[in-house]
């Protein structure tokens, strides 16, 4: 399940329904789609990718995308640290980012330019866009593990646009549980 922190306002949302009205005005969607008796996540790409085909299909023929893959991170990955490093700094891409996360946690902090910063924590069962020419950045959590499925508008996928100046140093990338709590200064997080 999907959680918001909007650090500069010391707020947190965690409802399904006030988290897709919050990012509505940002052109952000998020879903949960199932996870139970479809496919285990370390299944095979290919099985994966036709156990969710109709929810693929659908957002092929809503968004144009013309190819989808499954993308598989962990703490053995090679090259791990140089990938994630180029996905921490602020940067926008030239098409929609769009993941369905099959198992891991991750965080993406989002810089509209009609609103706050705010970080979406996605994990297992959440479905996220972030559109094209958006500012954000992405980690993951502690246990540096993620598996998702990636939909692409190109087939030959998108690079990062950094952005000169941005605000990613100015937020701390740390993912969080149901325990969070909200102090007066700033926002209290429980690593994971």
């Not at 640290?81 to 921490?88: G, I, K, N, T």
């Not at 993406?108 to 500012?135: R, S, W, Y």
Request: contains cysteine; negative net charge.
């Amino acid at each position: 399940m999907a959680y918001i922190i909007v650090p500069d306002e010391k707020r947190r949302l965690d409802d399904p329904k006030e988290i897709s009205a919050f990012l509505a005005p940002f052109g952000i969607y998020h879903e949960r789609w199932p996870l139970e008796d479809r496919v285990s996540p370390d299944a095979a790409p290919e099985a994966i990718l036709a156990a969710y085909a109709p929810e693929i299909d659908r957002l092929k023929a809503e968004g144009g995308y013309v190819t989808a893959d499954v993308i598989n991170v962990s703490p053995e990955t090679p090259g791990l640290d140089a990938m994630l490093e180029r996905f921490r700094s602020e940067h926008t891409h030239s098409e929609n980012e769009v993941r369905f996360i099959l198992k891991g946690r991750g965080l993406f902090h989002i810089h509209p330019d009609n609103g706050p910063v705010f970080a979406i924590q996605v994990e297992a069962g959440d479905l996220i866009n972030v559109p094209l020419g958006t500012k954000h950045w992405f980690d993951l959590c502690a246990d540096r593990t993620i598996r998702a499925i990636r939909l692409f508008q190109d087939k030959t996928g998108w690079t990062p646009a950094y952005i000169d100046g941005s605000a990613h140093a100015r937020y701390t990338p740390v993912c969080w549980s149901p325990a969070y709590v909200v102090a007066e200064t700033k926002p209290s997080v429980v690593p994971i």
